[in-house]
């Protein structure tokens, strides 16, 4: 599997990452041996969690699969921190309380001394931000942190945030972990142009459009899908829609006339877009895993490419797309 430096960092994780929200819930902990084994053999190294995934037991999977199965030194290990954690005043947000006490927490549940990039959940909008970047800072500097990134952050939120912590020189802010996929472009308006021009690397979560650009949905909620799962039926149905439908088909179409699988085609194409270091593929099983990997050796060719990019084009207008005034045009 091909690497690639994360943003303007001088970390290299491979172009496709491995999530792990299922884990310790919909995904047992011999299927996600099975995964971390299989993505190891592929060359990939990045592995993404969080404290709140399974209610914690994410982390404490994978921790064990590092101390048993899969030496720590050979991955890039991420995890987040945000949510409501624990009871009392120090148990949600990104309060410099709760996010130091969420990452011992983590490296706790991993069983390590420390993880390769920690990233901010979510914006809190109630904690001030130089609130949560002073922990982050804090959190390099006792080497607990190797790197630091941010899920979930708008273009500006992004901006202000990235700016703040290259003009005090104190941790650079690496990656923003976003939702991109053909069936959700909306970073494209705001967040990507931020993330080219500070140097941030994205790394998109969902990239098969929560499993919907797979085709599985077209005749309905497959009973072992997540479409039909009481945790994910309600983070699936805003794609089963008509809109989406034409994309769908317009991946499967894609995938047929390549001969490859319609996952291969979806992150293929979120892999090579601007900005893009690596695409999170949350699998559930590893027969899932293994379609997913299959994509390392597809490249799109650029009339395919070109046509998902038109049946999956955002909307954009102003002040994203700015109309063409001469000069003449503008008011002194």
């Known amino acids: 599997m091909k690497q690639r430096h994360l943003g303007r960092s001088g970390l290299i994780v491979s172009r496709l990452a491995l999530g792990t929200m299922t884990w310790g819930r919909d995904t047992d902990e011999d299927d996600a ?81 420390h993880v390769d990039l920690w990233q901010l959940h979510a914006w809190d909008p109630v904690t001030p931000w130089d609130e949560a970047l002073a922990a982050v800072d804090t959190a390099v500097q006792s080497g607990k942190v190797r790197y630091a990134g941010v899920s979930n952050y708008s273009g500006w939120q992004l901006a202000a945030t990235s700016t703040w912590q290259k003009a005090l020189r104190h941790a650079p802010i690496v990656s923003d972990q976003v939702e991109y996929s053909l069936l959700q472009r909306g970073i494209e308006r705001e967040v990507v142009p931020a993330a080219q021009a500070l140097g941030v690397g994205l790394l998109p979560w969902s990239p098969l459009g929560r499993g919907v650009l797979t085709g599985k949905y077209r005749n309905g909620s497959p009973a072992d899908s997540r479409g039909a799962s009481e945790h994910f039926k309600g983070f699936v149905a805003p794609y089963l829609d008509e809109s989406s439908r034409s994309v769908v088909d317009s991946v499967l179409t894609a995938a047929d006339g390549l001969g490859v699988s319609p996952v291969a085609v979806a992150l293929a194409w979120v892999r090579d877009r601007p900005g893009v270091v690596a695409p999170i593929v949350g699998a559930r099983t590893a027969a899932q895993l293994q379609a997913a990997l299959a994509a390392e050796s597809v490249e799109l060719p650029p009339a395919i490419r070109e046509a998902l990019d038109d049946v999956s084009a955002p909307d954009l207008g102003y002040p994203e797309r700015m109309p063409r005034w001469s000069s003449d045009d503008l008011e002194d």
């Open 33 to 113: 041996a099975a995964q971390l084994i299989a993505f190891r053999e592929a060359g990939g190294t990045l592995v993404d969690t969080a404290n709140t995934y399974a209610g914690g037991e994410s982390e404490r999977v994978l921790g064990r699969l590092l101390a048993d199965v899969v030496p720590r030194d050979e991955v890039v290990l991420a995890t987040k921190a945000y949510g409501v954690t624990g009871p009392g005043p120090m148990g949600r947000g990104t309060s410099r309380g709760h996010l130091l006490s969420a990452l011992d927490a983590s490296l706790e549940r991993l069983g390590v001394d």
